[in-house]
């Protein structure tokens, strides 16, 4: 049976074959593709080569992505990899959405990765952290469609919605699943988590990149719009 975590996934780099978390991301179409932040591609590519961790059988493997490709005006990208690695779940939605559309959401963050979960045990000689990786649920609404680039940020972009729920670090590239389209055939994906946004006289809030401002984009690496690909899921 397909589930959530087989077409949403972590996303990072490895140095010394250590992996470190930098964000989330999601399969699309046949499952070689895959959406997520594009500022999550620009930090991982510093530290190392960029993969995707899946799980098989009840234990996490890395995926090296092989190419990736970044929208030339917002805070989205493309990665491809080298085989299909998974069932797609959702499909990206042209649909504008507005203020009080509901979503569900999924992301990795990276205070769960790193939690202690020894039990209090002492450590073995010679044990190396790991990370583990689990899969946090989110539901919230649109608080409102920002149409104007954000100043003092490195999210670009000129289009975003603020969102009722900050989803925390490394949940960028998230996928926002519009709530009314869940058991109403593919599940649309109506925007990407790409982080937050604080000020001296307001909460904290989400922000994403709306699906309807990429929906039409097709990277060269998938050769079609990315709202024409369906999830095979």
Not at 107 to 114: I, K, Q, R, S, T
Not at 150 to 170: N, Q, R, T
Request: net charge negative; aromatic share 10%; with cysteine.
């Amino acid at each position: 049976m397909t589930t959530i975590r087989d077409g949403v996934f972590p996303l990072g780099s490895v140095l010394n074959d250590i992996f470190e978390l930098c964000g989330t991301g999601f399969l699309l179409g046949d499952g070689t593709v895959a959406l997520t932040a594009g500022h999550v591609i620009d930090q991982a590519a510093r530290r190392g080569p960029l993969v995707g961790l899946f799980v098989v059988g009840s234990t996490w493997h890395s995926e090296l992505v092989v190419d990736c490709e970044v929208h030339p005006e917002h805070d989205v990208a493309v990665v491809r990899f080298g085989r299909a690695v998974g069932p797609s779940i959702v499909q990206v939605s042209g649909d504008v959405q507005l203020s009080s559309a509901v979503y569900h959401g999924w992301g990795y963050p990276d205070y769960v990765a790193e939690e202690d979960r020894s039990g209090g045990e002492p450590p073995q000689p010679g044990a190396v952290a790991t990370v583990n990786p689990d899969l946090i649920f989110r539901q919230g609404y649109v608080r409102r469609r920002l149409g104007w680039a954000l100043p003092y940020s490195s999210f670009k972009g000129s289009s975003f919605l603020e969102l009722s729920e900050v989803f925390g670090s490394c949940c960028s590239g998230a996928p926002l699943i519009l709530m009314t389209s869940i058991g109403r055939g593919p599940w649309k994906c109506m925007g990407i988590y790409v982080g937050e946004r604080s000020g001296h006289h307001t909460q904290s809030v989400g922000l994403a990149v709306p699906g309807d401002v990429f929906a039409s984009w097709a990277p060269s690496l998938v050769g079609q719009p990315l709202e024409s690909l369906p999830p095979s899921g």
